[in-house]
């Protein structure tokens, strides 16, 4: 359910903002015990708990003034991580570390069911962690990288370790 909520509105922000989107879901696989594969990929921990993203989006915007890469996870529980990164107004995007915080930089974690402020980002409360991205191309429209942050909401803290992302973006 929440899917359907939550991909229109991405879809919906890449559109209005000039950039594109990438949707990947895995694939079936091609013979009994093989994997399937996805275009875009993205694993972290949160809380010492292991997150795989099984449909992972990526949108990157280049404006007059600035740039940003998007990138959404659901997992299998449909629980949301995301992050949305910068660099400064005038500046091109590139690989380089993007501190959480800085240029409106953020990250989220929505477990499936919350609604509202209930989720944890890393703009609430004081703001630690970054994304760094080690590869970017908007020849090839690919980014990857990793990412580590803590995020808060009203009343506790979660933790994100051990982030990687490989993303295709159209």
């Not at 890449?14 to 994997?35: D, F």
């Not at 993007?98 to 209930?118: D, E, H, M, R, V």
């Amino acid at each position: 359910m929440r899917l359907w909520i939550i991909l229109p509105i991405v879809t919906l922000v890449g559109a209005s903002c000039g950039g594109s989107s990438s949707t990947t879901t895995p694939t079936e696989p091609s013979s009994p015990g093989s994997s399937g594969t996805t275009t875009s990929t993205l694993t972290a921990t949160i809380d010492g708990v292991a997150f795989r993203g099984t449909n992972v989006t990526a949108n990157y915007h280049e404006g007059a003034d600035s740039s940003s890469l998007l990138i959404n996870a659901l997992d299998a529980a449909q629980n949301l991580l995301s992050f949305d990164i910068g660099p400064p107004l005038r500046t091109a995007f590139t690989t380089g570390t993007y501190p959480l915080g800085s240029n409106g930089n953020n990250a989220t974690y929505n477990p499936f069911g919350t609604t509202g402020n209930t989720g944890w980002n890393g703009l609430t409360g004081p703001q630690s962690g970054s994304v760094i991205v080690t590869a970017f191309s908007k020849t090839t429209k690919t980014a990857s990288g990793t990412f580590s942050f803590v995020l808060h909401n009203s009343s506790s803290a979660k933790t994100v370790t051990n982030g990687v992302f490989d993303v295709t973006f159209p």
